[in-house]
């Protein structure tokens, strides 16, 4: 039923772009100061169904070729809705402005972008209110746990202006709540070949709390390119029996390991660095490694050119630990799994950590616990093993006086 | 339908002003995406066109932001580096220019230039025409970041060195995953017809020899004032040259 619109609508029209050539006006995006885009879900009582509100000029009262600033503010109401949905149903904007013919959407959030074709605007497109009530169409008829819609489309800078710290508070809210997004809360996992090419048997096991080796491809990003791709070279790991939650062995990723590595591994161990540890690429972003004489790690990243106290460097330690191998006790990571809670949970976590490079424990201060963050060497404090023994001794670190207990 | 095609050569053969002449050849017949994939070769300049950001800035961009976790939860990182890649396309009336950039630094770019992949694809199949100024390496070729290939036209002077160096790109491509169409050869600043030695080298190393230029005596004023050279006469050797090589391939 889209004859009571003035475009068409449909998936066909996704990835059409609008060239400036053939603009008629624009919204938002990198010339216009103030733009952002938000849903709210809200109570049955507070969204009238269908109401579409237009504060400041609409299309037809704004000049041919120009850049504007604007607030799309969506309020959704459903009696099965969650409020974590509001980021899910926020991304539809992106996709169904993207269906309707003539319109052009871009970007996320306080970064979005909008264009309206010329053809479109010929053909009737000329009021914020159309593009409501497509958009309003497309929510209801696409999602059925949204029972009541309205929009209101705010081109006035001063408002939109006034509006957008609110709506930015929004949004570190969401992500810091997708950021404590654990394996217990999902279903599926991620995997990623993309490194295959020269490491043949590795594959990427991502979580909620465990990112690509590289540090590029979190669970979100993994999930939005299989949606994107389901036959591309990232893929879906369905997590199956969780097996040991210590070291995080799951039955679906041991089966994954075993197709993906060519029988060569046939478990894996997602948080731990020994017996079944993952298996490394070649372009991890830094490497954790065991070091015998303290009985901890040391990790060091791939920008550190000195050596490290156990004498190798990360080029020379890099060839050792990937090439798609289970190489125990050295493990290629990306930085940023320091920071899930999950990171070697099995090994004792940040506890076991001796040594890493002064730049790498400056920029992971916020992870690191007050009372080991001084009990850790750089290499200012040590440039080998026994420098390094020594100084663990002298700081008292907690794992060498028996202090972390593992899980 | 997107027809594209990529021209490379050894630096200083003339590579990137019949880049620019052919783009603004095909944008009389159509849409043109222009992608400058030499980070020596300033296509923008010969095209008359601003210089808005490179895909390689971000692409480094994109890393630092990952690192800071400074990039929102819940948008595919995919998203947002089509939006980025978007921004930095200076878009003209018939013509668009994307610049790539200076290359990778050291560290992994498996997942960010499949991304690029996927991102400089779904925006190349919106133009009639794609041209692609590659730097010798043609390391987006290789990398596939700028994707299939129609045509790809080599560039040499009359050398025996240019005409090598044209031979190994054909050789290079074809080891590549990255289709390719037709692979031609154009000899530029000829004196006269091409040399015999040339035209013998070309044909012992397998090279379809599609058109010669003359040395190009309207050049020099253009690039000594800084005038877009796009705005040579329509009868300069180079405007011959090119409109010649378009109607051969039909483009």
Same mark, same amino acid.
């Given at each position: 039923m889209t004859e009571a619109f003035p475009v068409d609508i449909g998936p066909?029209?996704? +990835?059409d772009v609008i060239r400036k050539a053939d603009l008629y006006v624009e919204f938002g +995006?990198? *010339?216009? *100061?103030s733009k952002f885009e938000l849903v709210t879900l809200n109570s049955p009582a507070e969204v009238e169904h269908g109401r579409i509100e237009v504060i400041g000029p609409d299309i037809f009262e704004l000049e041919e070729g120009g850049s504007y600033p604007l607030a799309i503010l969506i309020d959704v109401a459903g009696e099965r809705l969650e409020k974590e949905t509001e980021p899910v149903i926020e991304r539809r904007i992106h996709m169904y402005t993207n269906y309707i013919q003539g319109l052009y959407h871009m970007n996320q959030r306080e970064d979005a972008w909008v264009r309206l074709s010329k053809d479109a605007y010929k053909m009737g497109? *000329?009021?914020l209110r159309d593009f409501g009530k497509i958009l309003i169409f497309l929510y209801t008829s696409e999602l059925s746990v949204i029972e009541r819609v309205a929009i209101t489309f705010i081109t006035d800078e001063k408002r939109v202006q006034e509006l957008l710290p609110h709506a930015l508070e929004v949004y570190h809210a969401r992500d810091e709540r997708l950021k404590g997004l654990r394996e217990e809360d999902v279903d599926q996992f991620y995997g990623c070949v993309l490194c295959q090419s020269f490491a043949p048997t590795h594959a990427c096991i991502i979580t909620p709390e465990r990112l690509s080796l590289c540090g590029a491809i979190n669970w979100f990003d993994g999930r939005a390119a299989y949606q994107l791709d389901?036959? +591309?070279p990232i893929f879906e790991v369905p997590k199956g029996e969780l097996l040991d939650p210590v070291k995080g062995e799951y039955s679906g990723a041991n089966q994954v390991i075993a197709e993906r590595s060519l029988g060569q591994y046939n478990r894996v161990y997602l948080h731990s660095a020994f017996e079944h540890p993952h298996t490394s690429c070649g372009c991890f972003q830094s490497i954790c490694f065991y070091i015998p004489e303290v009985d901890g790690f040391g990790v060091v990243h791939r920008d550190f050119a000195g050596k490290t106290p156990i004498g190798a460097s990360f080029s020379t330690m890099a060839g050792n630990t990937g090439g798609g191998r289970q190489a125990e006790g050295s493990l290629g990571m990306a930085l940023e799994y320091m920071r899930s809670p999950k990171f070697l949970r099995a090994d004792g976590g940040l506890y076991r950590v001796m040594w890493m490079p002064k730049e790498i424990k400056e920029r992971y201060r916020d992870v690191i616990p007050e009372n080991l963050y001084d009990k850790i060497a750089t290499e200012e404090n040590a440039t080998n093993t026994d420098e390094l023994v020594e100084f663990v001794d002298k700081v008292g670190h907690p794992w060498l006086r028996g202090e972390v207990e593992l899980p | 339908m997107t027809t594209a095609i990529a021209i490379a050569g050894k630096g200083g053969v003339g590579k990137t002003i019949i880049a620019a002449l052919l783009i603004d050849l095909l944008s009389q017949k159509g849409i043109v995406l222009a992608v400058d994939a030499d980070p020596s070769a300033n296509l923008n300049l010969a095209l008359g066109l601003p210089l808005e950001g490179t895909v390689g800035g971000v692409r480094e961009e994109m890393v630092k932001d990952i690192q800071k976790q400074s990039l929102p939860t819940g948008v595919p990182m995919q998203d947002i580096l089509q939006g980025r890649i978007r921004a930095t396309l200076v878009e003209s009336d018939k013509v668009d220019l994307l610049t790539m950039g200076r290359p990778e630094g050291p560290g992994c770019y498996c997942a960010a230039n499949h991304m690029l992949r996927l991102s400089i694809g779904r925006l190349t199949r919106n133009y009639d025409y794609v041209v692609i100024d590659c730097e010798a390496g043609m390391e987006h070729i290789s990398r596939q970041t700028a994707g299939d290939i129609d045509v790809l036209l080599t560039i040499s002077d009359p050398t025996v060195r240019g005409i090598t160096a044209a031979a190994a790109m054909k050789e290079l491509i074809q080891e590549l995953r990255t289709k390719v169409g037709g692979v031609y050869l154009m000899i530029n600043?000829?004196?006269?017809?091409?040399?015999r030695e040339i035209k013998e080298a070309a044909d012992g190393l397998g090279l379809h020899l599609i058109a010669t230029i003359l040395e190009?005596?309207?050049?020099a004023d253009l690039e000594v004032k800084g005038i877009p050279l796009i705005q040579l006469p329509p009868d300069s050797p180079l405007q011959l040259g090119v409109r010649e090589i378009a109607d051969k391939l039909k483009l």
């Open positions: 066909q029209y996704e +990835g +995006g990198p *010339k216009a *100061k497109l *000329k009021s389901p036959e +591309g | 600043r000829v004196k006269g017809g091409p040399p190009d005596p309207n050049l």
